[in-house]
């Protein structure tokens, strides 16, 4: 359609108009950068620090100060991985979806109705102590000279980082932990999904999260009189996701203010999460205690009951920017609303208000900088004590011999009384908790008789000798302590108890078994499959005969283990709870065996075969499986087009920390890829991935290097 010519004329102006908004838009965008550059450069002047990159491109980074180190780990972070760093600095601002569009929306809606923002700026100068604001700074400073040096690679709307973002990260990603985003995400369902708890438990049912790629790990700590050779081993196993904001970065810090830290570390965090410095090292593990609470509210328009009386709700606005094509960008309005329970969801089968454990707190990366800083058991548990970090279990051990397993939560001083694992009524004002037991509250073991501790995300009530356990009766119900097993607890519980003295070896083999146990939910599992008649059925005969023959390992060579796999995460999913089937274990037999016929002709391939570690052009076997010792989880169910399984999370730093008995200090590590997350051009990209399928060790050099490169320079 041809235009007449005043609409023409009104069109080219528009146009005209829209261009040069655009330029003035892009000089401003310029300046602003050349601006951000200009300060960068400058703040990175008062940093002394060097980076030393060893054989494996794992940097070793040296400071002057505790805050020049912290400005080496993040430039060098960013170096390795520099867009992951990015998204979880943005994530944590509530800007993800102007980068990533409308499916990150919620994300940023979360982020807002959590209010991370304004409790970051309010709390910032008050809890948080100098020493620990100058080192979330100069890591912050660190991430802003790479900025600066790459402008191409960065959102420059976001920058500089500041030091309220990285503690910002902490308090969004640390109730996660424990499953705030699970609590959060069934109020989104289609309807209600657990009972209101009126003081009784008789006709409440548990909510049962689906199968997922699983926050699991495994850690064991040896004292000196349980070892064959006098020496205090802990061995660390977290289990993650291979790849993103979770995903484990090695590290060495070392400041000659006294900080010594080797181990692994998240990205936007400005310190080792969890390793060992010269006397004592730790391993985090999930726990899962209840830790956030779910009330019904009684409302009338915007009203809500409390004690009787009805109150206004808090309203506000949440701004989410979401991108659409290149620069432009379309904000769009939600409501927000919160009681004095806390924020409040509004759905058609209810109104919903949340409570959670370190709604309140900031000080998640004080405590991790004072367990950084620990010398010895005590002040490593004073340190501890801050309380600060809402969940994740912590097991220990020492140059002194000492060994121990805390199950960390910031617990809520609640009523008795209620299932508070269902959802509460909102109406009550008793039942909104504003208090925390201390640490002390909760179970902890220290140096127990037997000479040795397991969490590998059981139940804290056994995780050492039988004789050493404690008694679960004497914590209260409204804990919500955890009673499952994973089958990764039965099984090293096993082993353990059935060794006399402990040998670095026997550690190891226990570390890397490969078999589910017999009160695994998988055994249980073929058991029921190997009672069916299947005689009027020849392919299912075929594939239980499969089965019969399966000893429940998953080493590379096995012939059963990729049909046994592949039924059981159809069952059981990747968590291995006793829950129920959920699939029917017939129909699953049949579909796993279906795969294997069509990918492999047969129903026996090796595992090996099936099971791939795989990462730019190594493609190659890995041993072990779903919720075994050695973890090895596929992001799918399902085979892919070529017939393998795809390792996506599960073992992935590993470190073996011991003192031997004449008090030398041993350490040896192995990560599932490498240092370069990103970089497939660099030579660290895969080169630890062939050493971690041979469950091999790299041996770690504590010693101070020479050499390296500033931030900054070219190297």
């Not at 029921?528 to 998953?554: H, I, K, M, Y």
């Not at 959920?582 to 099936?610: F, K």
């Not at 590993?654 to 192995?670: H, R």
Request: aromatic share 10%; net charge negative; proline share 5%.
């Amino acid at each position: 359609m041809k235009l007449s010519k005043p609409w023409g004329v009104i069109a080219a102006a528009i146009s005209i108009l829209m261009i040069v908004g655009a330029l003035v838009n892009m000089g401003s965008k310029y300046l602003q950068l050349q601006a951000f550059s200009r300060q960068a450069f400058a703040a990175a002047e008062s940093y002394s620090v060097r980076i030393v990159r060893d054989e494996f491109g794992v940097p070793q980074i040296y400071g002057v100060t505790d805050p020049d180190t912290a400005f080496g780990l993040g430039y060098a972070q960013a170096e390795d991985d520099w867009a992951t760093m990015q998204t979880t600095l943005v994530a944590a601002r509530g800007h993800l979806a102007r980068y990533e569009g409308s499916d990150a929306a919620p994300t940023d809606y979360i982020v807002q109705l959590l209010r991370i923002h304004e409790l970051v700026e309010a709390r910032y100068d008050s809890d948080l102590s100098p020493a620990t604001r100058a080192l979330v700074e100069a890591y912050a400073d660190g991430l802003n000279l790479y900025a600066a040096e790459h402008p191409r690679h960065t959102w420059s709307d976001e920058l500089p980082v500041r030091g309220q973002d990285i503690v910002a990260g902490f308090v969004l990603r640390t109730p996660f932990m424990y499953g705030l985003d699970a609590d959060i995400g069934e109020l989104f369902a289609d309807e209600r999904q657990r009972t209101v708890s009126m003081g009784s438990s008789e006709t409440a049912f548990r909510f049962l999260e689906q199968a997922a790629l699983p926050f699991g790990s495994n850690a064991f700590a040896v004292a000196p009189e349980r070892s064959d050779d006098g020496a205090t081993r802990l061995l660390i196993n977290s289990h993650q996701p291979f790849t993103g904001p979770v995903a484990w970065y090695e590290a060495r810090l070392h400041s000659e203010e006294g900080w010594d830290m080797d181990g692994a570390t998240f990205p936007g965090a400005p310190l080792i999460l969890h390793g060992f410095n010269p006397d004592l090292a730790w391993a985090h593990t999930v726990n899962h205690p209840d830790l956030a609470d779910i009330y019904v509210l009684e409302t009338e328009g915007d009203r809500y009951r409390l004690d009787g009386e009805w109150l206004d709700l808090e309203h506000g606005q949440a701004r989410i920017e979401v991108g659409i094509f290149g620069p432009l960008r379309w904000t769009v309005t939600r409501d927000l609303w919160w009681s004095r329970h806390g924020p409040v969801v509004r759905t058609p089968h209810g109104d919903y208000a949340i409570r959670y454990s370190g709604m309140d707190q900031i000080g998640q990366v004080e405590q991790w900088y004072a367990m950084n800083r620990a010398t010895d058991f005590d002040s490593w548990m004073a340190a501890m004590n801050i309380n600060a970090i809402p969940s994740l279990n912590a097991v220990y051990a020492d140059r002194e011999g000492h060994i121990a397993y805390v199950y960390n939560a910031r617990m809520p001083v609640r009523e008795e009384g209620y299932d508070w694992l269902q959802y509460l009524p909102g109406d009550r004002s008793e039942l909104i908790w504003d208090e925390y037991l201390p640490l002390s509250a909760m179970p902890i073991y220290r140096d127990p008789a037997g000479g040795w501790l397991l969490s590998a995300n059981q139940t804290p009530f056994d995780a050492a000798e039988l004789a050493d356990n404690i008694d679960a009766a004497a914590y209260s119900p409204t804990f919500g302590i955890q009673t499952r097993y994973s089958n990764r607890a039965w099984r090293g519980l096993e082993l353990l108890r059935a060794q006399g003295q402990i040998s670095r070896e026997s550690l190891l083999e226990i570390k890397f078994d490969k078999v589910y146990s017999d009160q695994s939910p998988v055994a249980r599992l073929v058991t029921e499959l190997l009672a069916d008649d299947f005689s009027n059925d020849p392919a299912l005969a075929e594939a239980q005969s499969v089965l019969r023959r399966w000893d429940l390992s998953t080493d590379t060579g096995n012939r059963e283990a990729a049909l046994g796999v592949l039924v059981a995460v159809r069952c059981i999913g990747n968590l291995h709870t006793n829950d129920p089937w959920l699939m029917d274990p017939v129909e699953a037999l049949r579909e796993a065996a279906g795969e294997l016929m069509a990918h492999y002709g047969r129903l026996n391939p090796e595992w090996g075969e099936v099971n791939r570690l795989v990462r730019g052009e190594v493609n190659i076997p890995v041993g072990g499986g779903p919720d075994i010792l050695r973890a090895i989880y596929a992001s799918s169910h399902d085979l892919n087009e070529d017939g393998q399984l795809v390792a996506a999370a599960g073992d992935t730093s590993i470190m073996l920390v011991e003192w031997l008995a004449d008090g030398t200090q041993n350490a040896q590590a192995i990560h599932q890829f490498g240092s370069a997350t990103l970089d497939e051009s660099s030579p660290h990209y895969a080169d630890q991935a062939p050493i971690f399928a041979a469950e091999e060790w790299r041996t770690l050099d504590t010693s101070v290097r020479e050499g390296g490169y500033r931030p900054g320079e070219p190297h």
